[in-house]
Structure formats: structure tokens, C-alpha cells
């Protein structure tokens, strides 16, 4: 049984903090209750209720947020919170009953990508809290999803988002004539309450905040501001064509920057257009003197 780590994260409203975990609680649903009398079917709110100063407790995916009243601060009791919730959720304390809770509809629809090879398909819903690439069946161990997605002869790499997931297609076929198989496979499965990824999946690939918070904290100023950029002018842009991009590592004696490009961003026809009119020229405006190149390390 894999063991469930909490990281704190701070929300702009002060009152209310979240306990993040690396692997999911619920199965695309949230959950939002005001009082212990609410959360009869939450096991987990009813006990945190007991807390005095807890006001509300939402439910979602990967993290349990709480709302504080003001007879205390959240720095006086995070931890010993954290602690309990990591504490219940190991002895296999039941999150939610879901059992007379109806089965929510799942909507999947396709969007195109710049890449011909890539579609993407989008849910109503979200399906996993880190970002997840698998370029073969012996790749994608950790997700039984993806696994079942490599049955189709016709799937090349799976890579799988907040509430996205993008396919890469072999040339043998054309999209008209699985897109329609592929939707119907995915809306099912996640209907069903089907695992995305397991629970260790972001703890092996080293993908939990936690660890990524200390990846980050071990990396050089100026890696740093380039990972800030990334995430805040050039992720939402690839996200929104089905891809991501990952820094990789900054050599400032060449002042180069090399990247991982993901989704339909790999092996994308118009990539080495994007990659030096729009990610290197961004870099090398705002960061002035210390990015001169950028480089795809896998593309």
C-alpha cells in the first residue's frame, strides 16, 4: 500500500488553505460541506468538523480546502491539521460515500491540434492533478488508462492533462474514422469511476508538489525565472493546442535553454517555428543578456 503524503498550499483568500495529496481522493467529483450535519456522507469532513475553528471543508480531486473561522490563524495549526488528514487518510479512512450520490454524466468532445498526428479530447471533468506522458504500453504501467488506450493499434502516445487527454495516431488511419471510437471508450471509462493513473504514479515520476516545490527550490535564480515565464506566457498557449512544455536545464556559459516538449506539441510540424519565433524570442525580451538559444531536447 503506497503511503499518502499532505503538502500545504496557501489560496488568495487567507482564510481558507488547502491539504494537497499526490494521489487523487475523489473520482471527478467535488464536494463542498458547511457543516458536520452536511457531511454525512464524508467521513473525513465530519471528523475535521470537530476542529473548532473549521467552518467549511470542500472536497475535490487531490486536495481538501478548509475554511478557518478568525478565533485562530492558520500558522498556529496547518501542521497538526495536515498531520490528521494524512494520519486518517493512511489508516484508510473513508473521503466520501458516494453510494446514493448519482452518476455524473461525462462530456467528451475533439478539438484538432496543430499537429495532424495529435487530436484532443476534452472532459467536463478533471481528470488527474500533474501532467502525464506515455509513449508505449511498457511506459504507461502506471496508468491503467493509457494502458487501455495502447489496446487500439492505432495509438502512438498518450498524454494526459488537467481535463485533457491528447492522443498521437499512427498514419495507418485517418482521425475521421477513430475519433468517434476513442470518444465513446473514453466518456465509458471515466463514467465508470476507472483509475486515470494509480496513486504511486505521481510519487515515482516524481510529480507531486511536494517534490516538485523542491526540484524548483534546488534550481538556479535564473532557471527559476525561466520556469516562471514558461508557466505564466507559454504553457496556456500549448495547453490550449493539446501540449505542454517542460524546462529541461539552462547553461549559462552558451546561455541556452533546453526544453521537453509534450502532447501535440511533439514531433509537431510547425514546433521549430514555435520554438524560435515564439518561446526563444519571448525568452531572450524578457530575459535580456542571458537567453540566447532554446532547444527541444526531443524534438
Not at 485533457?164 to 465508470?192: A, G, H, N, P, Q
Not at 531572450?284 to 543578456?289: C, V
Request: proline share 4%.
Amino acid at each position: 500500500m503506497n503511503t499518502i503524503t499532505i503538502s500545504i498550499q496557501d489560496t488568495s483568500n487567507p482564510k481558507i488553505i488547502k491539504f494537497e495529496t499526490d494521489s487523487f481522493l475523489t473520482k471527478y467529483e467535488s464536494f463542498e460541506f458547511s457543516n458536520i450535519d452536511d457531511a454525512k456522507n464524508s467521513p473525513l469532513a465530519q471528523q475535521l468538523f470537530h476542529l473548532p475553528f473549521v467552518k467549511k471543508v470542500y472536497i475535490s480531486g487531490n486536495f481538501i480546502a478548509i475554511e478557518r473561522y478568525d478565533i485562530i490563524e492558520w500558522d498556529a495549526v496547518q501542521t497538526e491539521v495536515a498531520e490528521q488528514i494524512e494520519n486518517y487518510l493512511n489508516e484508510g479512512g473513508v473521503v466520501v460515500t458516494t453510494e446514493s450520490k448519482k452518476k455524473n454524466p461525462i462530456t467528451i468532445y475533439a478539438e484538432s491540434t496543430p499537429n495532424p498526428g495529435v487530436q484532443k479530447f476534452v472532459a467536463n471533468k478533471s481528470l488527474v492533478s500533474q501532467t502525464f506522458e506515455f509513449t508505449s504500453i511498457e511506459d504507461a504501467k502506471l496508468s491503467p488508462f493509457a494502458t487501455a488506450l495502447f489496446q487500439f493499434p492505432f495509438v502512438k502516445a498518450v498524454f494526459i492533462d488537467k481535463n485533457y487527454v491528447s492522443v498521437t495516431k499512427f498514419d495507418i488511419v485517418e482521425w475521421e474514422t477513430i475519433t468517434l471510437e476513442l470518444r465513446e471508450f473514453m466518456k465509458s471509462y471515466i463514467e465508470e469511476g476507472k483509475e486515470m493513473v494509480t496513486s504511486a504514479a505521481a510519487k515515482v515520476l516524481e510529480k507531486t508538489t511536494a517534490q516538485l516545490d523542491d526540484t524548483y527550490e534546488n534550481l538556479d535564480d535564473t532557471s527559476k525565472e525561466i520556469i516562471n515565464i514558461l508557466e505564466q506566457h507559454i504553457k496556456p498557449a500549448v495547453a490550449s493546442d493539446g501540449g505542454n512544455i517542460l524546462f529541461e536545464s539552462y547553461e549559462p556559459t552558451t546561455k541556452t535553454v533546453k526544453v521537453i516538449l509534450q502532447g501535440a506539441c511533439s514531433g509537431c510540424p510547425s514546433s521549430t517555428y514555435t520554438l524560435k519565433s515564439g518561446i526563444e524570442a519571448l525568452l531572450k525580451e524578457m530575459m535580456a543578456g542571458k537567453v540566447e538559444i532554446v532547444e527541444a531536447v526531443n524534438g
